[in-house]
Structure formats: structure tokens, C-alpha cells
């Protein structure tokens, strides 16, 4: 309800729909010596402790008697692997967090986390679409956690905003994601390297990122006039709704890809937009347009140490039920190749159960290997399946990771009326509304998230099943909502958003 300024927090850089066009792919240039930014760096780790963390979204709880302001809860974990025991929940009546909780902001509709002052502690970003700000109804807003030694805190957090052009109903924060995309120096890429945030609103892109110049914790402007007019493959408007990045190209920075739907004439077609990364904003490459969406995620499934891209296609248009196309990378600078190599449906030879319309069959993805032969698997979430005669009870499913991408080969599917999976299937659960696959002890072996946002009415639960040897298995199985970490419970929609 207020407009919130940031001394340490001053622009973007926009995306937006109309106008210019997208450069050219930048000429090879020699690979940055950063990190691995493909599914095996998800970079989560808060506290410093060298184990992935999860945070957790859950948008429509009520904080301080407003509903749907939202929170978020941290799990922190440890060789013991996951556990409700050392945690944190945030919200904006968190000492430190700037504005208050108010009804229908929806703190935690997305989360994301990187680096983004280069200390060695992972930063959590969390959005806020639902945030009215100087009058204008859900313009959106965002704030940045920053790791330490003993996690996430609110003390010393960050607001974003679009600094240039707040309006009513933009919905900043709906999307984020973040990775290296290009220097914060680009005289001199090498030095200093950090995680820039890439940002959604619903028509927008924006990036946010440390000036190599500012002490810690302060952002720079990033000037660009790139355009995002060639998302759509039609003449019409766009829907911005994802984000994931990868390193699709070989050339040592991040990919981003971003997908949505079409609107005006011919609105709810799938679509995605490939930016490569390169020494400079200005100097983003057009990695090309990829049909369906709008749920997206990275992952060498090939092994061969280049990422590619999946893309669930869930929009108009696309096969009964849903479907799953995975674009290879070439192995080369080139990037990916724009015919996908596979395209998946529960009707393919091999992937149990049947395609259905409202499946939504590849509506949430995860990468992640859940048996630990070294190749990533998949992670399909489908919301809107019927489990028997139970309407959007929801189901998951996993496809293993192959010399030549995935393969059926050991594909499995878990809904609540598994055996070994507790709870039982209900209307409306929405079980797979999101996915998530982590190694939280690293020991090889990636385990399932599983949410389903609608149980028990909007409440919300998350389901953990373990990774084995020969894939998830539903033995050891267990669940956990907001108050198995001390938060509100009632219409919360825990698990409406998981960081990948």
C-alpha cells in the first residue's frame, strides 16, 4: 500500500514487448573459468554449509490476520539431509523485511536464489505480485535475502521494484531466476563474478545486478535496449510466465530462456525465448524461439557437459494432455538446435498412464539425478490429473536421463494412492502443482519434492520421496506443511512455489 524506496537498490535493465529486436548471437569468444550453471549447481546453499536448502512459497497464507499476504519457509540442511527442525519463515512483518504484510500481496508466489554478492552464501529473491504500491493496484515488488553464516534473516534485506514504470497490474516478481548472464564489469569479465537476477512482470523482462564498483549488497542500473517483441511466433502480445538458465552454448555464461503464452487474436499458445549470455547486457544473444510452454527447465541429460532445455508444452495447441519436447545442445557454440529431439506424452511406448485433456501434463518440471548413474532425470508434474474417478487429484512422473536425452526405460509415476505414498488422492489437490528435485545430504542421489497446493483445501503440503539406486522409490516417504515449521496453515497454498 505504500511506495518502498531502496537507497542500495536503484534500476534494471527492460525486456519489454515492442520494438527493436534482438542482436545476433555474439561472435565465440574464450569460455569464463565460472562454475558449472547447469542442474548441478542449484545454487540454495544459505548458510554456507556446502548442502542444498530449500525454500519454499506459499503465497496465500495469512500473516497477521491478512490473508494471502504469504510467507516463505527455509529448511536447512545437512549430511542428515532434510528435516523441519532448522528452519526460518520470512514474511514482510519480518523484523528487517521492508513494507508490512498485507491481504492479497502473495509473498512467495516465486523464489529464486544465486549468489549475488559473491560471498560464498547463496541469496534467496522472493516475489511479491500481488504488492500494491503508490496507489496502483498489484504492481508487484520483491525482495532479496541475503545468505550468511547462520542462513536468512531480515535484517539488512533488499527491495526491488521496477524503478521506471510501476503500473497497476504489472505483477513484478511473478517470475525469477537467477544466474551469471553477463559481467557486472565487462571491461573486465573475469574479475569479481556474481549472480545477476533476470525478473518477470507480466509483459516484461528485467535485470538486476551488483555494480563491481558498490560495496556489498548494492545494485547498479543496467542500460539495454534489447526487446523481447520475438517471444511470440505470432503477431500478437505476450504473457511473460517462466524462467529457467543453463548454459546452452558453451561459451562459460548463462542462458536464459523465457516462456509464456501468446494473448490478443490468438492467445494461450506456448512459447519460449532463448537469451544467451555474453561479457555485456547489451551484448545478449538471440538464442532463438522454441515452441510450447509455459513450464521450462535446464539439464545436460545427454552428460556430455552442455545444458539442454525441456519444455512443457501445456498451452492451445498443444497434444491432448500435454506434452514434453527436450532441444539438445549442439555441442557447441551454436547452442541449441531448434527441432527437439524427443517429444513426450503419456502415450508414448513406455510412460505409464494415458493422455487425458486437463492433464497438464508438463505444467512443472524438475531436472535432478534420482538414481546416480551421473545423468540427470526428469521430473513431470501433472496438476490436473485424474487419479480414477478423483478429477485434478495430480500425479508425477520420471523419465531417466540417456546417452540420447531421456528414455521410458525405467519411467515411473507416484500419485497419493501409491503404495507408500501417504495421504489419499482427493479432488483438487493438485499433487505435482510443483516439483522439485535435490540431493539435500549429497549422497548421489537426487530425492522428490512434490506439492500439492491444494490439499486439505488450500493448505497446502509437500510431499518428500527418497531417490534410490534404481530411481524414487515411495519407501520412506513423509510430508510437511507450514506448521510442521511454525507458520500459519489455513488457504496458505504451501508449496505453491519451490525454488529449482
Known amino acids: 500500500m505504500r511506495h518502498i524506496k531502496s537507497a542500495a537498490l536503484t534500476a534494471a535493465a527492460l525486456l519489454s514487448l515492442g520494438g527493436g529486436t534482438i542482436a545476433a548471437a555474439p561472435a565465440a569468444q574464450a569460455p569464463v573459468p565460472f562454475p558449472s550453471i547447469g542442474w548441478q549447481q542449484h545454487n540454495c546453499d544459505y548458510d554456507g554449509n556446502g548442502f542444498d536448502d530449500v525454500l519454499i512459497g506459499a503465497p496465500g497464507a495469512t500473516v497477521s490476520g491478512a490473508k494471502a499476504a504469504g510467507y516463505v519457509t527455509v529448511q536447512y540442511s545437512s549430511s542428515r539431509g532434510l528435516s523441519t527442525t532448522r528452519k526460518s519463515v520470512l514474511h514482510q512483518n519480518t523484523s528487517g523485511v521492508p513494507g508490512a504484510a498485507e491481504a492479497g500481496d502473495g509473498f512467495g508466489s516465486a523464489v529464486a536464489s544465486g549468489d549475488l554478492d559473491n560471498d560464498g552464501y547463496d541469496d534467496a529473491i522472493v516475489g511479491i505480485p500481488g504488492e500494491d504500491l503508490a496507489g496502483l493496484s498489484d504492481a508487484g515488488g520483491a525482495v532479496v535475502f541475503w545468505g550468511s553464516p547462520s542462513g536468512l534473516h531480515g535484517t539488512d534485506s533488499t527491495w526491488l521494484q521496477n524503478p521506471d514504470r510501476l503500473r497497476a497490474g504489472a505483477n513484478f516478481g511473478l517470475a525469477i531466476e537467477a544466474a551469471r548472464y553477463f559481467a557486472p564489469d565487462p571491461a573486465n569479465p573475469d574479475a569479481n563474478p556474481r549472480d545477476s537476477i533476470a525478473l518477470l512482470e507480466n509483459d516484461t523482462l528485467l535485470f ?161 539425478d534420482t538414481d546416480g548413474d551421473g545423468r540427470p532425470d526428469l521430473a513431470i508434474g501433472a496438476p490436473g490429473e485424474d487419479v480414477g474417478s478423483v478429477s485434478d487429484a495430480g500425479a508425477v512422473w520420471t523419465l531417466r536421463g540417456a546417452p540420447d536425452g531421456l528414455t521410458a526405460t525405467g519411467a515411473r509415476s507416484f500419485d497419493q494412492n501409491s503404495a507408500g505414498i501417504p495421504g489419499v488422492a482427493e479432488a483438487s489437490d493438485r499433487w505435482g502443482g510443483q516439483v522439485r528435485l535435490i540431493d539435500a545430504d549429497k549422497d548421489g542421489l537426487f530425492g522428490l519434492l512434490a506439492a500439492a497446493p491444494g490439499e486439505n483445501t488450500n493448505d497446502g503440503i509437500v510431499w518428500v520421496v527418497p531417490g534410490s539406486s534404481s530411481g524414487l522409490t515411495a519407501n520412506g516417504s513423509w510430508t510437511y506443511d507450514g506448521a510442521s515449521l511454525g507458520a500459519s496453515v489455513a488457504n496458505a497454498r504451501f508449496g505453491a512455489a519451490i525454488d529449482e
Open 208 to 368: 538486476f545486478t551488483a555494480a563491481p564498483e558498490a560495496a556489498a549488497r548494492q545494485m547498479k542500473a543496467v542500460d539495454t535496449g534489447v526487446r523481447a517483441r520475438d517471444v511470440s511466433p505470432l503477431e500478437t502480445g505476450f504473457a511473460f510466465r517462466s524462467l529457467s538458465h543453463g548454459n546452452y552454448n558453451e561459451d562459460g555464461w548463462a542462458d536464459l530462456a523465457i516462456s509464456g503464452v501468446t494473448t490478443g487474436d490468438q492467445p494461450g499458445i506456448g512459447a519460449t525465448q532463448v537469451l544467451y549470455g555474453a561479457p555485456s547486457v547489451e551484448a545478449l544473444g538471440d538464442g532463438g524461439t522454441f515452441e510450447g510452454g509455459p513450464a521450462i527447465v535446464s539439464g545436460d541429460f545427454k552428460h556430455d557437459g552442455q545444458d539442454d532445455l525441456v519444455i512443457g508444452n501445456t498451452g492451445v495447441g498443444s497434444p491432448v494432455g500435454g506434452s514434453v519436447s527436450l532441444y539438445l545442445g549442439k555441442g557447441d557454440l551454436s547452442g541449441l538446435d531448434p527441432t527437439p529431439a524427443q517429444t513426450w506424452t503419456q502415450d508414448s511406448p513406455g510412460v505409464p498412464g494415458t493422455a487425458e485433456a486437463g492433464d497438464r501434463w508438463g505444467a512443472e518440471l524438475s531436472a535432478g
